[in-house]
């Protein structure tokens, strides 16, 4: 169950992505269990898990990150969006099979939907649909571990603090170069490069 207390603002070194991040992660959008729009009001890109198995320790729980998608389907050229992310199994539903779920949010420079913590009032960024679209994901820090939840509010209004806790560990320094791309170092030159590449 889920600890009481409030939550951390940010997560992860302020210096940047420390051992094991970042992690390269990609594939093509495949379908998931159509539960995350539907239910919680919370679109998940899904893809598939195999590349995670370079990473055996790698703990279940959410993480945040950057992603990338082919623009070849799209008119606009490939962005770098920030993003949540959770791994593994999931609890509330009893999950059986582990899954890579990705939510895109907004650019920084935009207003965040998920600030205003209102119940009932959240709104989660809802782009048009991109199923089979290559997407390529930069894993920077981990956020959380999995929690079982008492209600479905409660799992949304801690999905909707992730979203803010990414928002605000991306912000920083060290991580924001990986969306605008300025002052930030060779090496994050070329994931941002490798983000981009389809
Ligand atoms: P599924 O179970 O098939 O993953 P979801 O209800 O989780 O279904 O919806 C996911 C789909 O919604 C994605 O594959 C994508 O096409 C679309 N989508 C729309 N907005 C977003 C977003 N902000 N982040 C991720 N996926 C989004
Ligand atoms: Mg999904």
């Known amino acids: 169950m889920r600890p009481g207390g409030p939550r951390d603002p940010v997560t992860g070194p302020d210096s940047g992505p420390e051992h094991p991040f970042p992690i390269k992660l990609s594939g093509p959008v495949i379908k998931g269990f159509g539960r995350g729009s539907k239910e919680l009001g919370i679109p998940t890109a899904n893809i598939p898990p195999e590349g995670l198995s370079d990473y055996p320790d790698l703990e279940v729980g959410v993480y945040y990150g950057v992603v990338a998608l082919d623009p070849s389907r799209f008119t606009s050229e490939a962005t770098i969006l920030p993003a949540v992310l959770s791994i ?5 539903y009893k999950n059986t099979t582990r899954s890579v779920e990705i939510h895109i949010m907004p650019p920084l420079s935009s ?3 998920t600030a205003d913590g209102e119940a009932g009032q959240v709104k989660f ?7 089979g679209t290559q997407l390529n994901l930069l ?5 959380r571990p999995e929690y079982d939840y008492v209600s ?3 799992l949304v209004e801690d999905i909707r603090i992730d979203c803010e806790v990414a928002r605000q560990s991306l912000q920083r320094k060290a991580y924001v170069g ?3 791309g300025q002052g930030c170092s060779e090496v994050v030159q070329e994931q941002r490069k490798w983000l981009t590449s389809f």
């Open 178 to 180: 990986y969306l605008t």
């Open 152 to 154: 479905l509010e409660a």
């Open 125 to 131: 960024n809802k782009l048009p649909d991109f199923y």
């Open 139 to 143: 894993i920077l820090g981990y956020i």
């Open 111 to 113: 207003p965040s939907p």
């Open 88 to 92: 593994g199994y999931n609890p509330f």
